[in-house]
């Protein structure tokens, strides 16, 4: 198994930039696909960003398609979610988590590793 840390968050204005890291320890991080979700207030968790082991795929909601891009580096045991252009949509607590697979997949029910998330601020 593994244990997932997630940072990076903070306050930024609309238009800005922020780069959220996942810091897994444990079990071999490279034989795990990775995904983002987020929650906003009031809202029900949504899919983010996937990436498969390798890091040669990936996926996005429509919704961040263009602004968010997914990385990893297995090396470092770490994912990467660069997210730029951002807007007070965008605010929510941005959560990483795990599953023992080599392809990605978007749903959330599958993932079985979960961070304890950090937090994203947009201000108009």
């Known amino acids: 198994q593994v244990q997932l840390v997630e940072s990076g968050g903070g306050l930024v204005q609309a238009g800005g930039s922020l780069r959220l890291s996942c810091a897994a320890s444990g079990d071999t991080f490279g034989s795990y696909a990775v995904a983002w979700f987020r929650q906003a207030p009031g809202q029900e968790r949504e899919f983010v960003a996937a990436i498969n082991w390798s890091g040669r795929s990936t996926d996005y909601a429509d919704s961040v398609k263009g602004r968010f891009f997914i990385s990893r580096d297995n090396a470092k045991n770490t994912v990467y979610l660069q997210m730029n252009n951002l807007t007070p949509g965008d605010l929510a607590a941005y959560y990483c988590?795990?599953?023992?697979?080599?392809?990605?997949?978007?749903?959330?029910?599958?993932?079985?590793?979960w961070g304890q998330g950090t937090q994203v601020t947009v201000s108009s």
């Open positions: 988590a795990a599953v023992r697979r080599l392809g990605l997949t978007t749903l959330a029910s599958l993932y079985d590793y």
